[in-house]
């Protein structure tokens, strides 16, 4: 019997689409506040809302959520179009998937998940406001680089930009 095999997600889907990707933040910002789910937006992401800026090219829309939210978020978001695209070595979290945008869900319970890092952030960026990881925990997760050289490349960016913010 084969294996099918499954594409990563930066593989099948379109990255560096920010005005999509923008708008997916809004859409789920809505939909969880509306529905009073917590959510952290982090990642690259985070770090734009904090500079202010689109600083570079995403694959994705990287949200913090508690695990037992997600049967709610499930429902809310595939009842808005989103379909549920896990990966198959993807740990603690899941991703969803919509009009070629990928928004992963990371689960505060099953990831080191620093206490001071769901914090009362929220900032706007291009007309879209988001709740945001503490920039304090953002800086420090950005500041130790993944293992893949692309990830590493992005961090490795993501710290400069972080590093030009003043964390009042």
Do not use: C
Not at 43 to 62: L, N, P, S
Not at 136 to 143: D, E, F, I, T
Not at 152 to 168: H, N, P
């Amino acid at each position: 019997m084969g294996h099918r095999i499954v594409p990563r997600a930066q593989d099948r889907l379109a990255p560096g689409r920010p005005v999509a990707q923008l708008a997916a933040v809004a859409s789920v910002d809505g939909l969880l506040t509306q529905n009073g789910i917590r959510y952290w937006l982090f990642g690259g992401w985070a770090v734009d809302f904090y500079a202010g800026t689109i600083t570079r090219a995403h694959d994705d829309v990287d949200i913090a959520v508690s695990l037992g939210d997600h049967d709610r978020i499930a429902a809310l978001l595939t009842r808005e179009g989103w379909v549920h695209a896990p990966e198959p070595d993807e740990e603690g979290g899941t991703g969803y998937e919509r009009e070629g945008v990928r928004l992963e869900l990371t689960f505060i319970e099953q990831v080191p998940w620093p206490a001071d890092a769901s914090g009362a952030d929220r900032r706007e960026l291009a007309g879209v406001a988001a709740n945001l990881v503490s920039l304090a925990a953002l800086k420090r997760g950005k500041g130790a680089p993944r293992d893949d050289a692309a990830d590493a490349a992005k961090d490795q960016a993501d710290a400069a930009t972080l590093a030009l913010l003043d964390e009042t």
